[in-house]
């Protein structure tokens, strides 16, 4: 029996993607909520409630990018000098991001500069990451001859990136608060609550516009959801989103079990993620190379994969057991010091 490895790397980089979005997602947005909360004990809480596994979450954003580089290289050579800004962006963002969480502990009189540092690294490397995403959706200049990028520095800077990267932040704040309100109890639990409702409107909005606009970015992309069985995809899709939605809603309102307003927000990202899978297949840079193209080659995907088979099932089975071991509600008397 054969496989088709480009296919399987494809959906192995993917899985890795979503993952990173759905784990560090909570977190990035769990630090830009700090700016709504003053009081030093609920912040205190709020970062024990991710403290043992803020640092692993980030495994995956490693395991994607260096994924795509071994996988996909041509892919990695033409979407990195397209976008190096958001990136870099991003990336600096997580490294000072990571710096005030260790300090803020540490730090007496000028915690207060700590916690704004944590806030606006959260912020930068989501509004970076919303950016990223946007600027690939929205196509990137090749030149066709010489199979490297044409365009310019700035290209990725649209009113389209912009109105991604800000929707990104609004759905992250949205996984924090839900993630939020698994972990606390009390008075913080209730503005969380209050909180993720807002943010669940405000991000089915977002998720609507997006969807609206994309199509109109690229012939492909309208011809994949507007043509033949796109069409009922389309809807089928849109309905979910708002059953997921007034579901979300109603757990926010009602006294169930606190877990089950962060599962159906993941539900809103998972189906948000297919639905880009949806557009962008088979290109991995839209519309201009697909994964087969900028694929490498089958001995390389092998060996690769020989190792993935290993590498990923241990990274899911100690992530699952740190969640695991920190299953439960936050103890406001004890946590990271």
């Known amino acids: 029996m054969s496989f088709d490895l480009t296919i399987i790397w494809a959906f ?3 899985f890795a993607v979503l993952v990173y979005v759905i784990l560090d997602g909570f977190d ?3 630090g830009m909520l700090f700016a709504t909360e003053r009081n030093r004990r609920d912040r205190d809480v709020m970062m024990n409630s991710v403290a043992p596994i803020w640092d692993g979450n980030e495994t995956w954003l490693v395991l994607g990018g260096g994924g795509l580089l071994a996988a996909f290289p041509l892919a990695y050579a033409l979407i990195l000098p397209a976008l ?26 000028r915690r207060w500069l700590w916690d704004w540092a944590f806030i606006l690294g959260s912020a930068l ?17 090749i030149d066709e001859a010489a199979r490297q990028y044409a365009g310019g520095w700035w290209d990725w800077l649209t009113p389209f990136s912009l109105l991604v990267g800000v929707a990104v932040m609004v759905g992250y704040m949205l996984l924090g608060a839900c993630w939020l309100v698994a972990k606390t109890t ?14 669940m409107v405000g991000t089915v909005i977002f998720i609507g516009i997006v969807s609206i606009w994309t199509p109109f970015l690229q012939e ?5 959801w507007f043509g033949g069985w ?12 708002l059953a997921l939605g007034a579901a979300l809603g109603a757990s926010l309102r009602g006294k169930g079990r606190d877990v089950i307003p962060f599962l159906l927000a993941l539900g809103l990202f ?5 639905g880009l899978g949806v557009s962008m297949y088979p290109y991995i840079v839209p519309t201009e190379v697909t994964i087969w193209e900028a694929a490498a080659p089958r001995n390389s995907q092998v060996f690769m994969l020989i190792g993935a088979s290993v590498l990923i099932p241990i990274i899911l089975a100690y992530t699952a057991y740190a969640y695991w071991v920190f299953r439960g509600k936050v103890d406001p008397e004890a946590g990271y010091h």
């Open 270 to 274: 998972i189906l948000g993620f297919g």
């Open 28 to 30: 990035l947005g769990l």
């Open 84 to 109: 190096y800004a958001p990136i870099i962006a991003m990336l600096l963002a997580l490294v000072f991001r990571g710096v005030a969480f260790e300090f803020r502990w540490r730090s007496g009189r």
């Open 220 to 224: 492909g992309y309208y011809l994949r």
């Open 12 to 14: 192995v980089i993917a």
């Open 230 to 241: 796109g069409t009922g995809l389309a809807v089928a899709v849109a309905v979910a989103v």
């Open 186 to 199: 009390g008075d913080l639990q209730a503005r969380m609550r209050r909180k993720a409702l807002v943010l």
């Open 125 to 141: 490397a989501a509004l970076a990451q919303g950016v990223t995403l946007g600027g690939l959706l929205q196509g990137i200049n």
